[in-house]
């Protein structure tokens, strides 16, 4: 069972991460999985009305550290060590929608991956698997 839900993962990012990509939002998770929608604007698209990489790397990194804390609870120190990500198709402008597994949970280190598609496609966007570093005090 998670620790947090996705009612308290939108209240710590309002309170402790203002900084996080705007328009991300949780719509569910369970111990292994987080699914979430990034709303995006504009500001999103790069030249040729392409969402940007960085738009979806921001996405899988927010997400799955979204995970973790649903996971774990508030560990505002883990950070990413690695995120490594494959651009499948071109992103068309509107609603991503994404889900995120935990693969693997240990004392240091979490691993998982991470998928990406424009709402309402059926083929990903985008895939990426990413690690994180957990604070000692978890340990």
Request: net charge negative; with cysteine.
């Amino acid at each position: 069972m998670p620790v947090m839900t996705p009612d308290d993962l939108h209240r710590f990012l309002e309170q402790e991460f203002p900084q996080a990509p705007p328009g991300i939002s949780v719509e569910s998770v369970d111990d292994t999985t987080i699914r979430v929608r990034q709303k995006t604007e504009d500001r999103h698209l790069r030249p040729g009305g392409t969402i940007s990489g960085p738009t979806l790397m921001a996405m899988v990194d927010c997400g799955f550290y979204l995970l973790l804390l649903a996971r774990l609870g508030p560990v505002a120190l883990a950070v990413t060590t690695n995120l490594n990500i494959n651009f499948m198709r071109k992103p068309e402008p509107g609603d991503l929608l994404g889900e995120g597994r935990l693969l693997k949970l240990g004392k240091a280190l979490a691993v998982g991956d991470f998928t990406i598609w424009n709402e309402g496609q059926k083929d990903p966007v985008a895939h990426a698997t990413i690690t994180y570093s957990i604070p000692p005090a978890r340990q």
